[in-house]
């Protein structure tokens, strides 16, 4: 069955270090897209990309970094420099960016930093 | 600016009929998504409105009205598997990216 993987489900980091989320997808979706879920608030966009070796920021893209080498993986980097990491990730992918089509989600991975 | 308000929780009873409100400001307008999601789970799409009017797929309806930056999502037949939260989402805005605004989601408790 086709859909978006994340790994892992539950991630522990200490402050001070750098920590990579997978996201992979077998849609063949073009679009791929990261949030991140705060309790009492919308998901907010990070970073998203149209297409491979292509990424945009989104809203809240300060203390991270993506890439997208290739069109099925677009891994997020939570750097040290991010002031507030410990949230839930969702990754998403569609068809094509901006169009009518319904975003895909991952099942997210839950990020604690002590 | 833009923004999206929708209830933070809502109960109700199994069987019932519930009917959750999403109001928007958006400059621009592509489209409203709802999404339903689980605790710790992903969201999972819901309907989509365009244009006026209600659409309507098995329990679950969503309408919209343009002009008062209106949506709602009626569940009927409530089942305790439908405690969740239901997330509202615009894609609005301009330019080459059309941006998609989530809500921050109403908690819905469905008791027996």
């Known amino acids: 069955d086709g859909g978006i993987t994340q790994s892992p489900k539950y991630l522990f980091r200490k402050e001070g270090q750098n920590v990579t989320l997978s996201c992979e997808q077998n849609?063949?979706?073009?679009?791929m897209y990261w949030y991140r879920q705060d309790p009492g608030q919308g998901l907010r966009l990070i970073y998203y990309?149209?297409?491979?070796?292509?990424?945009q920021k989104g809203d809240i893209a300060e203390g991270y970094s993506v890439s997208r080498e290739k069109k099925e993986s677009f891994p997020l980097t939570v750097t040290s420099a991010q002031k507030n990491p410990t949230a839930f990730y969702l990754c998403?992918?569609?068809?094509?960016?901006?169009?009518?089509?319904?975003?895909?989600f991952g099942n997210g991975t839950r990020l604690t930093v002590t | 600016g833009q923004n999206i308000d929708q209830p933070t929780e809502m109960t109700a009873t199994e069987g019932a009929i519930v009917q959750i409100n999403c109001t928007y400001q958006?400059?621009?307008?592509?489209?409203l998504f709802w999404y339903q999601q689980h605790a710790g789970e992903a969201p999972t799409f819901l309907s989509y409105?365009?244009?006026?009017g209600l659409e309507e797929k098995g329990r679950f309806s969503s309408f919209l009205s343009r002009s008062k930056g209106y949506s709602y999502l009626l569940l009927k037949e409530l089942q305790m598997k439908d405690s969740a939260s239901y997330l509202c989402?615009?894609?609005?805005?301009?330019?080459?990216?059309?941006?998609?605004?989530f809500g921050a989601g109403t908690r819905l408790a469905v008791h027996p």
């Open positions: 409105n365009v244009l006026d």
């Open positions: 990309s149209q297409i491979v070796n292509d990424f």
């Open positions: 989402a615009v894609r609005g805005g301009s330019g080459g990216y059309n941006k998609l605004i």
């Open positions: 998403a992918s569609s068809p094509r960016q901006g169009d009518n089509s319904p975003l895909h």
């Open positions: 849609l063949n979706h073009d679009a």
């Open positions: 958006t400059s621009g307008f592509n489209g």
